[in-house]
C-alpha cells in the first residue's frame, strides 16, 4: 500500500476524526481509517506499529472481534485517541 502524500494525510485524518466526533464511524471503520491514513497494509500496522497480532487487528476492522480495553488503547494511541465513554443526544 502506498503512503499517501502530507495533504491527503491531512484530509484523511481531519475526516477520521471527523466521524468519529460525529458518530459516523464504526470502531472498525475508525480503526481501519487509520491505517490506511498511514499508507499501511494490516500486518505491519497490527505487528509494528501497534503492537498487536494481524487476526486482532482484521477482526477489530471487521467487526467480528471483541478487543480487550487494552487493545482499543493501542489501537487509538497513534492517533492520540482515548478509550472512553461518550453522552449521545437522544434521537
Request: proline share 3%; charged share 35%; hydrophobic share 35%.
Amino acid at each position: 500500500m502506498k503512503r499517501p502524500d502530507i495533504e491527503n494525510i491531512k484530509k484523511m485524518r481531519k475526516e477520521l476524526f471527523e466521524g468519529i466526533n460525529n458518530g459516523e464511524l464504526t470502531l472498525g471503520q475508525a480503526a481501519r481509517k487509520m491505517r490506511k491514513t498511514l499508507g499501511m497494509n494490516r500486518r505491519i500496522y497490527a505487528e509494528r506499529i501497534l503492537k498487536i497480532s494481524h487476526d486482532a487487528l482484521q477482526d477489530i476492522e471487521t467487526g467480528k472481534g471483541n478487543p480487550t480495553l487494552k487493545t482499543l488503547q493501542k489501537v487509538g494511541k497513534p492517533f492520540g485517541l482515548e478509550v472512553g465513554f461518550v453522552r449521545r443526544e437522544k434521537e
